[in-house]
């Protein structure tokens, strides 16, 4: 007789390999030709909402590593509130305008204005964004991401634009938007001034160097000081930026330092009293004669040549006057840098740069200085010192300097007409510093990252000098240079850009705009000006809560959560921050989450030049999009999350046990149906309540972590429940009662109901993360009404009645399990056995283990995984056999008694039955209901 054919095996049409690759694009068609995301909203529509709003990508070339882990970390938050039964409406959108599609459409057409209209170019801007977006929408898409991808929003939409510049119109009526010749940061290379967020520190090498500005007027510093001889003196400064010195305007100190008047190698010096021995060592004069000590404030409005042009600059305080470097005295050129802008403007000193946008200087600038390059006046300046005994020092050092983080240049700081949002006016700083104190921060330390930034920004910069992007559209008045703060104005503008697009602004006459009686409300002037500058990108994306979150009815504001990378603090967190309590007077998001950059498996960058780039298409064409997203949730994203081919091929193996193990599940259950066959909580043996009780608290522990975003926690305790509770424990102990006992028995048909809840809470607990996966495991189950494992929330399981006496019982069972593999393992290394249940086992147990083990009986062998057990008197055991747990002695060898051809237990019953010689009487039993009896496992 064939025995395997009265086993029940395991039967699936689940296959072992996922050959993700391949099987998941047909995953990928069925949710796009079912509408999934469309079903799901429909499903939920009276449930409460969960708004995680997109951060917009840039729309220009291909999606990286980076994009992959931001939106895969999104979609795992939204897909495990859909567990959690929210609604879950996930808008992914982008940003559309700005330099780098200029960049691009240049190369085809030429700078506009000259071999191409500005219209024209715009309208090549617009289409290489649309393609642009359709690459990466596909890659998403492939990604697994579910979301609104039929109606994403774009920055470039008409009516975006055209709510783009309602909030502007918000703020300048509300006088947050002002106009000044303020240092922003400059790019020569992109011809425009740049934001905060577009800058990124380097190193680089710079001359560093020490001028001396002599003192105009000798008797009226010795009358300050109270010195009785006038001695002709020099103030030091310092300065890694000598192009800057024909901007100078004064020499800053700070009123309550304590400076000093110096005689060193027959020089007179003024220096902070602090930096004395320092600046002394630069120079190389250890040694000098203080000749007086003074407050900084004692000098102020002293006047001082400027070292090589012919005017006198002032002595001016300020405190941002520092002694951490230098001399404490303080080349100030206003038109170059905040603080020396800021100081200058108490002093009502000129703000007057002779630097062209184009990094040279002005032509009519002597000296040798007109038309050079910055470059060149770094060379030019210490040469113009050193010929007039001026240059105290010169070295060559290297420091952090701004680049452009399209270019990879120097960015210069520097003076122009441009347009801010105040920082002071209406508090905003104040009030944004609230909000950041009002947000969940995750991790905590990005609320002092945001608020330190918030506490130092400057004004906002938002205009820029280029073609491709949303007017700042504004009148500002011909007179005295106001903007109109008009709001009908500012309505009419934006209904003619909701209808046509930016080109309204740059094409429709002004009066299309302005009232007859339009007059300036500052001077009463009735000329203006149209302001043909565009707004920074980031007031695009800034105002993605006014034009998204407000606009979609599906929506709600604030947003539950933002969630981007750290470098978003500077960012799109900031911008949206800015302008949301700017206009409406609190953030935009209750929660802000972040996440670390991904470098190579050494901790290294990812960098082209280094060659250690690794492209999501090629992961996911190599190993699966599940397996990405596994690598996401396996890491902790807090910090800098490493890839590389190993890590990927390590979670393969893990990829493979969780897998396999739902495999294993789906196999054994092919023939039960949890509406006929599941039995009651109760009546479920008892090693099957206990594996179900610890099934449910396994679950609250996961939903926890989804909801604490701790997705590292979830993998390892879902991977830890497949590998070691499940595989190297119940699922094992489960085989012989499965395959063996009757296939409606009581003992089968409770260890189904078993497999069957834990099933049905895995899937739940993986989808987020394993998507593609999940929804395989989902359609395989069957006797499904959902048609998506993302239409189920957490299944309901039932605590058994004595589930903490349960634990605590079988916990102790599991310890002498442990002991038993322990004492085996000698005989399998001799290969003396092949497995537990080549060996017979006894337990010389003291009274307490005896009373304990006792009531299982025969099923202790079944637990144990071996073909005999018996129990003995502790007092019997055999000399030399020592207790691996106290108070209970293990011993074991093999087994010389036949093997059951059907159950594989080697018995001292083979062959009784004479219709059945090759099997033990227990499977003779278990060939027809009721099989035998099972209580304990």
């Given at each position: 007789?064939?025995?395997?054919?009265?086993?029940?095996?395991?039967?699936?049409?689940?296959?072992?390999?996922?050959?993700?690759?391949?099987?998941?694009?047909?995953?990928?068609?069925?949710?796009q030709?079912?509408?999934?995301?469309?079903?799901?909203?429909?499903a939920?529509?009276?449930?409460?909402?969960?708004?995680?709003?997109?951060?917009?990508?840039?729309?220009?070339?291909?999606?990286?590593?980076?994009?992959?882990?931001?939106?895969?970390?999104?979609?795992?938050?939204?897909?495990?509130?859909?567990?959690?039964?929210?609604?879950?409406?996930?808008?992914?959108?982008w940003?559309?305008?700005?330099?780098p599609?200029?960049i691009?459409?240049?190369?085809?057409?030429?700078?506009?204005?000259?071999?191409?209209?500005?219209?024209?170019?715009?309208?090549?801007?617009?289409?290489?964004?649309?393609?642009?977006?359709?690459?990466q929408?596909?890659?998403?898409?492939?990604l697994?991401?579910?979301?609104?991808?039929?109606?994403?929003?774009?920055?470039?939409?008409?009516?975006?634009?055209?709510?783009?510049?309602?909030?502007?119109?918000?703020?300048?009526v509300?006088?947050?938007?002002?106009?000044?010749?303020?240092?922003?940061?400059?790019?020569v290379?992109?011809?425009?001034?740049?934001?905060?967020?577009?800058?990124?520190?380097?190193?680089?090498?710079?001359?560093?160097?020490?001028?001396?500005?002599?003192?105009?007027?000798?008797?009226?510093?010795?009358?300050?000081?109270?010195?009785?001889?006038?001695?002709?003196?020099?103030v030091?400064?310092?300065?890694?930026?000598?192009?800057?010195?024909?901007a100078?305007?004064?020499?800053?100190?700070?009123?309550?330092y304590?400076?000093?008047?110096?005689?060193?190698?027959?020089?007179?010096?003024?220096?902070?009293?602090?930096?004395?021995?320092?600046?002394?060592?630069?120079?190389?004069?250890?040694e000098?004669?203080?000749?007086?000590?003074?407050?900084?404030?004692?000098?102020?409005?002293?006047?001082?040549?400027h070292?090589?042009?012919?005017?006198?600059?002032?002595?001016?305080?300020?405190?941002?006057v520092?002694?951490?470097?230098?001399?404490?005295?303080?080349?100030?050129?206003?038109a170059?840098?905040?603080?020396?802008?800021?100081?200058?403007?108490?002093?009502?000193?000129?703000?007057d740069?002779p630097l062209?946008?184009?990094?040279?200087?002005?032509?009519?600038?002597?000296?040798?200085?007109?038309?050079?390059?910055?470059?060149?006046?770094n060379?030019?300046?210490?040469?113009?010192?050193?010929?007039?005994?001026?240059?105290?020092?010169?070295?060559?050092?290297?420091?952090s300097?701004?680049?452009?983080?399209?270019?990879?240049?120097?960015?210069?700081?520097r003076?122009?007409?441009?347009?801010?949002?105040?920082?002071?006016?209406?508090?905003?700083?104040?009030?944004?510093?609230?909000?950041?104190?009002?947000?969940?921060?995750?991790?905590?330390?990005?609320?002092?990252?945001?608020?330190?930034?918030?506490?130092?920004r400057p004004d906002?910069?938002?205009?820029?000098?280029?073609?491709?992007?949303?007017?700042?559209?504004?009148?500002?008045?011909?007179?005295?240079?106001?903007?109109?703060?008009?709001?009908?104005?500012?309505?009419?503008?934006?209904q003619?850009?909701e209808?046509?697009?930016?080109?309204?602004?740059?094409?429709?006459?002004?009066?299309?705009?302005?009232?007859a009686?339009?007059?300036?409300?500052n001077?009463?002037?009735?000329?203006?000006?149209?302001?043909?500058d565009?707004?920074?990108?980031?007031?695009?994306?800034?105002?993605?809560?006014?034009?998204?979150?407000?606009?979609?009815?599906?929506?709600?504001?604030?947003?539950?959560?933002?969630?981007?990378?750290s470098?978003?603090?500077?960012g799109?967190?900031?911008?949206s921050?800015?302008?949301?309590v700017?206009?409406?007077?609190?953030?935009?998001?209750?929660?802000?989450?972040?996440?670390?950059?991904?470098?190579?498996?050494e901790?290294?960058?990812?960098?082209?030049?280094?060659?250690?780039?690794?492209?999501?298409?090629?992961?996911?064409?190599?190993?699966?999009?599940?397996?990405?997203?596994l690598?996401?949730?396996?890491?902790?994203y807090?910090?800098?999350?490493?890839?590389?081919?190993?890590?990927?091929?390590q979670l393969?193996d893990?990829?493979?046990?969780?897998?396999?193990?739902?495999?294993?599940m789906?196999?054994?259950?092919?023939?039960?149906?949890?509406?006929?066959?599941?039995?009651?909580?109760?009546?479920?043996?008892?090693?099957?309540?206990?594996?179900?009780s610890?099934?449910?608290?396994?679950?609250?522990?996961?939903?926890?972590?989804?909801g604490?975003?701790?997705?590292?926690?979830v993998q390892?305790?879902?991977?830890?429940?497949?590998?070691?509770?499940?595989?190297?424990?119940?699922?094992d102990?489960?085989?012989?009662?499965?395959?063996?006992?009757?296939?409606?028995?009581?003992?089968?048909?409770?260890?189904?109901?078993?497999?069957w809840q834990?099933?049905?809470?895995?899937?739940?607990?993986?989808?987020?993360?394993?998507?593609?996966?999940?929804?395989?495991?989902?359609?395989e189950?069957?006797?499904?009404?959902s048609?998506?494992?993302?239409?189920?929330?957490?299944?309901?399981?039932?605590?058994?009645?004595?589930?903490e006496?349960?634990?605590?019982?079988?916990?102790?069972?599991n310890?002498?399990?442990?002991?038993?593999n322990?004492?085996?393992?000698?005989?399998?290394?001799?290969?003396?056995?092949?497995?537990?249940?080549?060996?017979?086992?006894?337990?010389?147990?003291?009274?307490d283990?005896?009373?304990?083990?006792?009531?299982?009986?025969?099923?202790?062998?079944?637990f144990?995984?071996?073909?005999?057990?018996?129990?003995?008197?502790?007092?019997?055991?055999?000399?030399?056999?020592?207790?691996?747990?106290?108070?209970?002695?293990?011993?074991?060898?093999?087994?010389?008694?036949?093997?059951?051809?059907?159950?594989?237990?080697?018995?001292?019953?083979?062959?009784?039955?004479?219709?059945?010689?090759?099997?033990?009487?227990?499977?003779?039993?278990?060939?027809a209901?009721?099989?035998?009896?099972?209580?304990?496992?």
């Amino acid at each position: 007789m064939d025995y395997k054919q009265t086993l029940n095996l395991p039967k699936t049409e689940f296959p072992m390999q996922g050959k993700l690759p391949e099987r998941e694009p047909a995953t990928l068609a069925r949710w796009q030709e079912h509408n999934l995301y469309g079903t799901l909203q429909k499903a939920r529509a009276e449930s409460p909402a969960f708004i995680l709003h997109d951060g917009p990508p840039y729309a220009n070339g291909n999606i990286h590593i980076g994009h992959a882990v931001n939106k895969v970390l999104k979609d795992i938050i939204n897909k495990s509130k859909l567990s959690e039964g929210f609604r879950v409406p996930y808008v992914p959108g982008w940003d559309c305008h700005g330099l780098p599609i200029e960049i691009q459409v240049e190369k085809e057409l030429g700078r506009p204005g000259e071999k191409v209209s500005g219209q024209a170019f715009r309208n090549a801007c617009r289409a290489y964004a649309e393609s642009q977006i359709a690459g990466q929408r596909q890659d998403f898409e492939r990604l697994g991401i579910i979301g609104d991808w039929e109606k994403p929003y774009l920055t470039m939409h008409f009516m975006a634009e055209a709510n783009i510049l309602r909030e502007l119109g918000r703020l300048t009526v509300k006088g947050q938007v002002v106009r000044g010749a303020k240092p922003v940061h400059w790019c020569v290379d992109c011809g425009s001034a740049l934001a905060e967020a577009e800058v990124e520190y380097q190193d680089r090498s710079d001359p560093s160097i020490d001028v001396a500005f002599v003192v105009a007027d000798a008797a009226d510093l010795s009358q300050r000081l109270g010195l009785a001889e006038p001695a002709e003196a020099s103030v030091a400064i310092w300065t890694t930026t000598p192009w800057t010195l024909p901007a100078n305007q004064a020499v800053a100190l700070h009123p309550e330092y304590t400076y000093v008047l110096l005689r060193a190698d027959k020089r007179h010096l003024i220096l902070a009293a602090d930096l004395t021995e320092s600046t002394l060592a630069r120079y190389g004069h250890p040694e000098a004669e203080v000749l007086a000590e003074f407050a900084g404030a004692v000098l102020e409005g002293l006047q001082l040549r400027h070292p090589f042009l012919d005017r006198e600059v002032p002595v001016i305080l300020g405190q941002h006057v520092t002694l951490e470097a230098g001399t404490g005295c303080v080349h100030t050129a206003p038109a170059h840098g905040v603080d020396d802008y800021e100081a200058a403007r108490r002093y009502h000193l000129p703000v007057d740069s002779p630097l062209l946008g184009n990094g040279r200087f002005k032509e009519d600038l002597p000296l040798g200085l007109g038309g050079i390059t910055v470059q060149e006046a770094n060379e030019r300046v210490p040469a113009l010192l050193r010929a007039r005994n001026a240059l105290l020092h010169f070295e060559k050092i290297r420091h952090s300097y701004p680049h452009c983080w399209r270019h990879k240049t120097p960015l210069l700081f520097r003076a122009t007409p441009q347009w801010f949002i105040s920082m002071s006016a209406n508090d905003l700083r104040e009030k944004a510093i609230e909000a950041i104190d009002a947000t969940r921060w995750i991790p905590d330390w990005g609320k002092d990252r945001i608020a330190g930034m918030v506490n130092q920004r400057p004004d906002w910069c938002i205009s820029r000098q280029r073609a491709w992007g949303v007017p700042v559209a504004l009148f500002s008045c011909a007179q005295c240079g106001e903007p109109l703060r008009d709001t009908d104005t500012f309505e009419r503008v934006a209904q003619a850009v909701e209808t046509g697009g930016v080109d309204a602004w740059f094409n429709q006459p002004d009066s299309d705009f302005l009232a007859a009686d339009a007059h300036c409300g500052n001077c009463g002037h009735e000329h203006f000006h149209k302001v043909t500058d565009i707004l920074d990108v980031w007031f695009d994306s800034g105002a993605t809560h006014a034009f998204v979150l407000e606009q979609r009815p599906e929506l709600h504001s604030p947003a539950d959560l933002y969630l981007e990378g750290s470098d978003q603090h500077r960012g799109w967190f900031q911008s949206s921050l800015l302008e949301s309590v700017a206009s409406r007077g609190r953030a935009p998001y209750k929660a802000v989450l972040t996440h670390g950059f991904t470098v190579d498996g050494e901790g290294r960058k990812m960098s082209k030049s280094v060659g250690n780039v690794i492209a999501p298409q090629t992961i996911i064409d190599r190993y699966g999009a599940d397996i990405l997203r596994l690598w996401v949730a396996s890491e902790d994203y807090r910090s800098e999350i490493p890839i590389s081919d190993t890590i990927l091929k390590q979670l393969g193996d893990s990829y493979r046990r969780i897998r396999n193990t739902a495999r294993y599940m789906l196999g054994n259950t092919h023939d039960f149906n949890p509406a006929t066959d599941a039995l009651p909580t109760a009546e479920l043996l008892e090693m099957d309540r206990w594996m179900l009780s610890h099934t449910a608290l396994l679950q609250e522990e996961i939903r926890a972590a989804y909801g604490e975003y701790q997705f590292l926690r979830v993998q390892q305790r879902l991977h830890h429940f497949c590998s070691v509770e499940l595989g190297g424990l119940y699922l094992d102990v489960l085989k012989d009662r499965l395959y063996t006992t009757p296939a409606a028995s009581r003992a089968r048909r409770s260890a189904q109901t078993v497999l069957w809840q834990m099933l049905e809470a895995m899937v739940v607990w993986m989808a987020p993360i394993l998507s593609f996966t999940a929804e395989e495991i989902w359609n395989e189950m069957g006797n499904r009404s959902s048609p998506s494992v993302f239409f189920a929330q957490y299944p309901k399981i039932t605590l058994a009645a004595d589930s903490e006496a349960l634990d605590v019982r079988w916990e102790r069972l599991n310890r002498l399990r442990d002991a038993v593999n322990a004492t085996l393992e000698p005989l399998r290394q001799e290969k003396k056995i092949g497995s537990g249940l080549d060996a017979e086992i006894a337990l010389y147990a003291n009274s307490d283990w005896h009373e304990f083990l006792a009531p299982l009986g025969e099923e202790l062998r079944f637990f144990l995984l071996s073909s005999a057990c018996a129990l003995r008197p502790y007092g019997e055991r055999p000399e030399g056999c020592s207790d691996i747990i106290p108070g209970i002695a293990i011993q074991v060898r093999p087994s010389d008694a036949q093997k059951c051809a059907r159950c594989w237990h080697r018995r001292p019953d083979m062959g009784r039955h004479p219709e059945h010689p090759d099997i033990c009487n227990r499977c003779v039993g278990n060939l027809a209901l009721p099989g035998e009896t099972r209580e304990f496992c």
